[in-house]
């Protein structure tokens, strides 16, 4: 199995507070995804990064943002949650080169809930 | 707007069964198509299909494209309870800021009964 971490796994906060998802790859690839995934919309892209410090919007960005500091580590902020953005969140990783690039791993989610 | 359309959206098979699964497709840019197998948590890489008309296989799975018709076909025979899952696809877009990214349809949930 790809090495991707995801933290926490589950998460309960209030409205309006803000929230930081961790996504940790032991794997050292290029690309790295952040999806929330709903009943009914199935897998939609938030923001990805295709380097250290190279982010950008994806389908469904508004009310987040995303840092990339390090190869590593992928963040996600909800600047002030909304019920809304209960979801189950997943970070997904990929290689950039060949034929394969575009298989991506994915982490085993954190379910988050904005009550 | 690009879109990633799956059929059905469920299914209810019996054991044996063969099920035939759909993703059209309508986006720019278009790179590959990939599916992908959800059962309890992270999704599963299946296939990644780039050329139309070329069956991949693996043992009761097999998927083919068509580029032209803009879409895919995922199939697979003698299913078993543990087929159980949601398959999803994916369609791989490049863009302006040389990166890429996969747009996911809905995903179809299929139910294999003993």
């Known amino acids: 199995d790809a090495g991707i971490t995801q933290s926490p796994r589950h998460k309960v906060t209030e409205t309006g507070t803000p929230v930081t998802l961790r996504c940790h790859q032991t794997e050292n690839h290029r690309y790295m995804y952040w999806y929330r995934q709903d009943p009914g919309h199935g897998l939609r892209l938030i923001h990805y990064?295709?380097?250290?410090?190279?982010?950008d919007k994806g389908e469904v960005s508004d009310g987040y943002s995303v840092s990339r500091s390090k190869t590593e580590d992928f963040l996600l902020t909800l600047e002030s949650a909304t019920s809304s953005q209960t979801s189950v969140y997943f970070c997904a990783i990929s290689e950039s080169w060949g034929a394969k690039h575009a298989e991506a791993f994915f982490g085993q989610g954190t379910r988050l809930t904005v009550v | 707007e690009d879109k990633v359309v799956q059929s059905p959206l469920s299914l209810v098979v019996h054991e044996g069964d063969t099920v035939t699964l759909n993703c059209s497709y309508e986006?720019?840019?278009?790179?590959?198509l990939l599916w992908y197998k959800q059962e309890k948590k992270a999704p599963t890489f299946l296939f990644m299909l780039t050329s139309s008309g070329i069956e991949k296989k693996s043992g009761r799975l097999s998927s083919i494209l068509d580029k032209k018709e803009l879409f895919s076909i995922l199939n697979i025979t003698a299913t078993q309870t543990g087929d159980s899952a949601i398959y999803l696809c994916a369609v791989e877009l490049s863009n302006s800021n040389s990166g890429y990214a996969l747009n996911f349809g809905k995903g179809t949930s299929l139910l294999v009964t003993p």
């Open positions: 990064s295709y380097g250290v410090k190279d982010t």
């Open positions: 986006v720019t840019n278009f790179r590959s």
